[in-house]
């Protein structure tokens, strides 16, 4: 166990560095350079790629040093404290530091630790609704497969997961707290300040995430259920005497979770890297609008954060499902 | 025979409707076992050997078959019984122990969760501690050596023939008066199936309970049962002793399974002969008899009778012995002409006999 976690984790910082060079290669290496972005966006479009301006902010961002320079610097803020120069102004920086944002100069770091407590209050609420909601459903769907419940519920999700995610928010959104009422406005309150403040200014984000998002899951469980129900220790568990509720629960239900958790677990891995519709549609200043964002206009600092949350977010929930696994499997062996 | 019969099947039919049409699973079977007796019931895939037995422990799902018939249980129906009540025979009274142990057993749970779990639930006021105490026993009763340690074990950790050990001491966990064995060593190596049906049988002397044995293997019949019962396409087709179906076969289905038996220490002239065709549609039986079209001696029947009639279960040439077959003369026939074929020692040895 332990000597597996050492080498998972190794192997995943490495994965993680791995990631965050090439962010940073294609940055340098991209199509586009990041400082005419820039240039042009200060500029109002009076920048172009012959233009000295262009040479200044190429200077400024640090574009003209060699790559490996860069990420050297980059890397070696995030256990020391550095100043960043932009021009004749110096930023300080503390460790660790992912350095300053291009759009206006905040630090990575600070903006980070403000936005990813949106995020995960999104990621956790909506994945727990995935598995309460979706795996009952599907597994009462298998109990009865075949009859009429079974179809309309899984004709049901079908129907649900084919509309837009996006419309599906937008209209909840439109109707349920802007024209009605119905649920109280989305908003972000800290936890620690206001449990309850928290709790309801994210109640229909959740269900609106949870609801959409549990229709695949009432879809894994139940296809998984229904191959786990024709098993021969499950009519083993029924030639035993036990009770209905007990042959599903303990004997099928474990079983069949097992499948479940893989998606599960790169499923919240994704949620944690950001929802980007649900931040932009619902206003939420989340780690995927700050992400999108930061992409429109190559603000590479903040583009390097959302990877580095999103491969460490990958890397974690991939050792978790392997943790998870060996738990319900004993054949599982972590080694 | 003596005593009361313990599991009493009568005209028991089994179907299931599907899309396709209506499955005849198995079609007016009857047959008695007493305790301390063995049954074996005989077939190959397809035949309802198993739906049978399932039928015997309620394990059909009652929207997805249609049970006709009566199977009494110690004197209790049980067709048509109350889900809770069919619960407590289950495991308690009426074990089964199955085919595979490695799918039959949870590959998630310990070995003696399970086996404490089968106890538990038919003695609701036994502690953890109790139910693993018993689970202990009846694994060192069916012979796993240093059972208070493999106890903590998961199936995948057994042998092939200690899983079925283990699959055992499961369904004997609660004494049961009737198991039901579902081919129990069809999974397991020649000499551990010597084993396990030794087992088998010491544990019947010692509990002395009515054994039900699925199989395919005729072998395991002549060292297991006190009756035979041969079924094909849903039906039973011939039933009487176990020695007498063995040594008397009257019916030309039974005599295919007798010679596509390899005979290792028999006439090395001998030869295994296989039955021809596939087994019938249980969809769309055919019209007569269900074996009529693989039968090579249907020819010597007058007419095209096993064509169109199907032979009733009736008391063949010699006494305590059921057959289903138009063949009048088929002693005759056994002995002239299919004997001969398979074992030519024997033909001679009973022509000797009969003289």
């Not at chain 1, 079974?150 to 419309?167: C, E, R």
């Not at chain 2, 009274?93 to 038919?122: C, N, R, T, W």
């Not at chain 2, 849903?234 to 007498?244: D, I, L």
Request: charged share 20%.
């Amino acid at each position: 166990m332990f000597s597996f976690l050492v080498k998972r984790l190794l192997s995943g910082a490495m994965i993680v560095v791995l990631v965050s060079m090439m962010v940073f290669l294609l940055f340098f290496y991209g199509p586009k350079s990041p400082a005419l972005e820039l240039c042009r966006r200060d500029t109002h479009g009076r920048c172009g790629e012959t233009s000295p301006r262009l040479e200044q902010y190429e200077e400024r961002l640090g574009y003209n040093n060699p790559v490996y320079s860069e990420y050297g610097k980059w890397a070696k803020g995030l256990v020391q404290d550095r100043t960043i120069y932009i021009g004749s102004t110096g930023y300080k920086c503390e460790a660790p530091c992912l350095g300053l944002s291009y759009r206006d100069r905040t630090l990575v770091t600070d903006q980070l630790k403000e936005r990813f407590p949106i995020t995960l209050s999104l990621a956790v609420g909506a994945s727990l609704l995935y598995l309460m909601i979706g795996v009952p459903i599907g597994v009462l769907a298998a109990r009865r497969r075949g009859s009429f419940a079974d179809k309309a519920l899984v004709s049901s999700t079908l129907v649900f997961s084919s509309i837009p995610y996006y419309l599906v928010a937008l209209l909840s959104m439109l109707l349920l707290t802007l024209s009605t009422h119905v649920f109280p406005t989305v908003a972000y309150h800290p936890f620690l300040d206001n449990p309850f403040k928290w709790f309801s200014g994210f109640l229909l984000v959740w269900l609106v995430m949870g609801l959409y998002g549990a229709t695949a899951y009432t879809r894994y469980s139940r296809g998984s259920m229904v191959e786990v129900l024709n098993e021969d220790y499950v009519r083993t568990a029924k030639a035993k005497g036990l009770k209905d509720r007990v042959v599903v629960i303990r004997h099928a239900l474990r079983s069949a979770l097992v499948p479940v958790v893989t998606i599960f677990g790169l499923d919240v891995a994704f949620l944690l890297s950001g929802t980007v519709f649900t931040e932009q549609i619902f206003d939420l200043d989340g780690i995927g609008k700050w992400g999108l964002e930061a992409t429109y206009i190559k603000d590479l600092p903040v583009v390097q954060a959302t990877a580095l949350v999103l491969a460490v977010a990958v890397v974690m929930a991939n050792i978790i499902v392997d943790i998870v696994y060996s738990v319900l499997d004993p054949r599982v062996r972590l080694s | 025979m003596s005593g009361d019969p313990y599991l009493e099947v009568t005209d028991l039919s089994v179907r299931f409707p599907t899309s396709d049409g209506l499955v005849q699973a198995v079609n007016g079977l009857t047959y008695s076992v007493e305790l301390g007796k063995t049954l074996g019931i005989v077939g190959e895939s397809g035949s309802g050997k198993s739906v049978s037995s399932m039928a015997v422990l309620g394990l059909h799902d009652p929207k997805a078959a249609r049970i006709e018939g009566s199977i009494k249980v110690g004197g209790t129906e049980v067709v048509g019984l109350a889900e809770d009540k069919m619960r407590s025979l289950r495991g308690n009274s009426v074990a089964m122990i199955f085919q595979d142990a490695l799918a039959a057993l949870h590959p998630f749970y310990k070995i003696g969760a399970q086996l404490g779990e089968a106890y538990q639930v038919h003695h609701p006021k036994a502690s953890k501690k109790e139910a693993r105490k018993r689970s202990i026993e009846m694994l060192e009763r069916v012979g796993i050596p240093q059972p208070d340690r493999r106890v903590d074990d998961y199936p995948h950790q057994f042998s092939g023939g200690m899983r079925q050990r283990a699959m055992i001491a499961m369904g004997l966990i609660n004494d049961p008066s009737l198991l039901i064995a579902d081919e129990p060593t069809t999974a397991l190596d020649v000499t551990v199936q010597a084993q396990i049906l030794d087992l088998l049988q010491d544990l019947q002397r010692e509990f002395n309970s009515a054994i039900v044995i699925i199989t395919h293997d005729l072998g395991v019949v002549a060292e297991m049962a006190d009756d035979v019962l041969v079924m094909y396409g849903g039906r039973c087709v011939e039933y009487g002793a176990c020695k007498e179906i063995l040594t008397h076969p009257e019916m030309p289905y039974t005599w295919g399974l007798l010679s596509s038996v390899p005979d290792v220490t028999g006439d090395p002239n001998a030869r295994m002969i296989p039955i021809p065709g596939n087994p019938p549609s249980l969809l769309d039986p055919p019209p007569g008899c269900a074996f009529h079209p693989r039968c090579v001696h249907s020819s010597k029947v007058p007419g095209d009778l096993c064509a169109t009639t199907l032979p009733e279960l009736t008391v063949g040439a010699r006494q305590g012995h059921l057959k289903r077959c138009h063949l009048v003369d088929s002693e005759t026939i056994y002995a002239t002409e299919v004997l001969p074929e398979v074992a030519p020692d024997l033909a001679i040895h009973l022509a000797e006999e009969n003289r």
